[in-house]
């Protein structure tokens, strides 16, 4: 054991992930973000979808070219970008709906080309990390899975949007824990009051992927508040209020999206697979509402600005070169008691802050006022940014005359009814965030519980509370870095965070003797809001509290996307798990055929020899096969008559080459897969 909370390796990540990119920059001809003109693009305004009233929608996800605001450096010629959307743009629309008005929507999966063939992926798909297509040999074949969540959503389970409910183009293959979607659309009841939430995909092991590419739109919810804030002149409403969805990508010479998935070289492990997931993800350029470093012009008066931070690992902490405050009125999930006057403000991935800018000013007349950045990456302890390029977000130029038709806004002092304080007399659930390895020697970040230490996506649940309750979560951050943690489903408060000390075990993340230290720091007038993403900063323990009112299966996870798809993700059930247990097809801790037969191979990885274990529920014929990633039948183990009971078969004398492999067990006309990769 080492009296720690953090891993103290992460310095040495950072280094080798910047060494990496420039590595590949050279290999692959990375488009430099110096090259490219700043502030010269108007700021898109995504399409809107108006549920208000109610209705069935249908949404389609599909492949197509988006000037994204890059030219070519030599011709300057506009370069297209192939993209993914929702209803052919990146974002995808916003939808407006409306407290206790619910909505349906069937999302549809056309990822396929003009012959209707599945789409091979945009990206590098690492395969090794816990992923969709797991317990399919060559499912690739079937297309890309997508499901679409609704983050910050009031949702029945059902149409959560969970990591195992994913479909392929058609519904050709469909994830353990698909419900609906295919003849029943999604259905979200909107029980709840007006705030600025968002959806995106969030199919399992590929939601980073699929993010990137451009898997993520605004979905509005409006009450009777927030309109007469509107009416009254005291909120900016349209044409004055506007999303902000930041995210930061990597291009290639020729304007394609770049992702990196180079292997790292490290002693800890053997060779890493290629492609591979990397620990975080941070761009080179900037983009807003799917536009490069943009601009907006303004007139001299209050605008509304609902920001999203959509990006993988980037943390933004923002402030405006003219040094005007920035006034947050809302949060996640609603808007705050009163607004509140900011210098900068701090915005982690997967949060939303909504705010108001004041133009009126007449020395800002004539003026371009620049929406900076100084976040470090990783957060709060890693490298500055670029203050010519990651540094700078977008810009505003006030510039255009005052629309008197529409008449100016003035903030009240008061925007919403008190916030009743949640209370519990329930024990609070003690939780970690710990940064592991896996079999490869990368880094694997994880959640746990202090009791159990770390636990993985498919162990079996431990948080479970009851319909209904109220529940505190103290959760204890022992790794280096800031962590954005999501609950679906639910709306938190911040209770208090407080500096710990305890002795941690690195093989498993589990800690003891833990040491509080000072004294409790509440919560700032801008966190004293309902939430759905906390930021958790490392050497603290933060402790949130929520109530839990319905019942199902849920995630909750760390928000950084390239965590949550390498095992930083777990699930929680609300209600007795009887229930769910019984007959509920959304929680898996692997695939059902799997569990049934407790098929297992090995060690897994395995390099030159493995062996098979099983257990027939009863006598019957066996088969024993081997495929590789593609399909094809690599070797036949065995075929005969096996008594009911545990079974082992050893396979020795391997000369494949190392990759993904399937091993197939096939008993009374049931088959049953298990992926296994080959490490040399």
Not at 24 to 31: G, M, P, T, V
Not at 109 to 125: I, K, M, S, Y
Not at 543 to 556: E, H, K, S
Not at 578 to 588: E, K, L, P
Request: hydrophobic share 35%.
């Amino acid at each position: 054991m080492e009296k720690l909370y953090i891993n103290s390796k992460r310095s040495l990540i950072v280094t080798i992930l910047l060494s990496l990119f420039t590595w590949q920059a050279s290999a692959q001809l990375l488009l430099d973000p110096k090259t490219q003109t700043q502030f010269v693009n108007p700021l898109p305004v995504p399409s809107v979808i108006d549920g208000r009233n109610g209705g069935l929608f249908t949404i389609g996800i599909s492949q197509f070219d988006q000037w994204l605001g890059l030219t070519d450096p030599v011709t300057q010629q506009p370069m297209p970008t192939k993209v993914w959307g929702y209803n052919g743009s990146y974002p995808g629309p916003t939808i407006l709906a409306k407290k206790n008005i619910p909505i349906d929507v069937f999302w549809r999966n056309n990822l396929v080309d003009g012959n209707n063939r599945p789409l091979p992926h945009l990206l590098p798909v690492d395969y090794t990390v816990h992923d969709a297509l797991d317990y399919v040999p060559n499912g690739q074949q079937y297309g890309v899975p997508v499901v679409t969540h609704l983050h910050g959503g009031h949702t029945e389970s059902a149409s959560d949007g969970l990591p195992d409910a994913w479909f392929t183009p058609g519904f050709s293959l469909k994830g353990h824990g698909f419900i609906k979607g295919d003849v029943t659309p999604y259905h979200y009841s909107n029980t709840q009051e007006a705030a600025t939430i968002w959806y995106h995909d969030h199919a399992l092991g590929m939601t980073r992927l699929n993010v990137y590419a451009g898997l993520a739109g605004y979905y509005l919810i409006t009450d009777d508040n927030e309109t007469n804030l509107q009416n009254t002149g005291k909120l900016p409403a349209a044409p004055y209020d506007l999303g902000l969805a930041i995210q930061d990508k990597m291009f290639t010479n020729a304007g394609q999206l770049f992702y990196p998935s180079k292997p790292e070289d490290e002693e800890e492990g053997g060779p890493q697979p290629n492609p591979t997931a990397l620990p975080e993800f941070f761009g080179d350029f900037i983009l807003v509402n799917g536009k490069t470093w943009p601009v907006l012009d303004v007139e001299p008066r209050q605008y509304r600005f609902r920001v999203l931070n959509g990006s993988d690992s980037r943390f933004y902490n923002l402030f405006l070169s003219a040094n005007q405050p920035i006034q947050q009125i809302g949060s996640d999930d609603g808007l705050l008691p009163s607004p509140v006057s900011l210098t900068q403000m701090l915005i982690a991935p997967g949060e939303r802050k909504d705010i108001v800018l004041d133009f009126a000013n007449p020395a800002l007349w004539g003026q371009t006022i620049i929406l900076h950045n100084n976040a470090k990456t990783p957060y709060p302890k890693g490298d500055a940014v670029n203050p010519q390029t990651t540094g700078r977000i977008m810009a505003f130029r006030v510039n255009r005359p005052l629309n008197k038709n529409y008449p100016l806004t003035k903030l009240p002092a008061v925007l919403r009814a008190p916030i009743t304080a949640l209370q519990t007399s329930l024990p609070p659930r003690k939780l970690i965030l710990f940064e592991a390895r896996d079999e490869f020697g990368r880094l694997k970040p994880m959640l746990g519980t202090v009791e159990n230490g770390v636990l993985e996506w498919h162990d079996p649940i431990t948080e479970n509370p009851m319909l209904n309750s109220t529940e505190v979560w103290e959760i204890y951050n022992e790794t280096m870095d800031a962590h954005p943690i999501h609950l679906h489903m639910v709306s938190m408060q911040l209770v208090n965070r407080e500096k710990f000390n305890a002795s941690v075990d690195m093989e498993n993340g589990k800690p003891s003797g833990i040491r509080l230290v000072g004294q409790p720091q509440t919560p700032a007038p801008e966190e004293q809001g309902w939430k759905d993403t906390w930021v958790m900063y490392p050497g603290e323990v933060t402790r949130v509290i929520a109530n839990f009112d319905i019942g199902g299966l849920y995630a909750w996870h760390c928000h950084i996307l390239s965590h949550e798809d390498h095992e930083m993700m777990r699930s929680f059930y609300v209600g007795e798990m009887r229930d769910h247990m019984n007959g509920m097809r959304a929680f898996v801790k692997a695939a059902p055929a799997v569990e049934q037969l407790q098929l297992q191979t090995a060690p897994n990885p395995f390099s030159n020899q493995f062996s098979i274990r099983f257990n027939l529920p009863k006598s019957s014929m066996v088969t024993v096969n081997i495929y590789d990633a593609k399909g094809s039948l690599l070797k036949k183990i065995y075929r005969g008559a096996m008594s009911h009971g545990p079974q082992q078969l050893y396979v020795a004398g391997i000369q494949w080459t190392a990759g993904i492999y399937y091993c197939e067990v096939i008993s009374d006309n049931e088959r049953w897969t298990k992926k296994m990769i080959l490490h040399k």
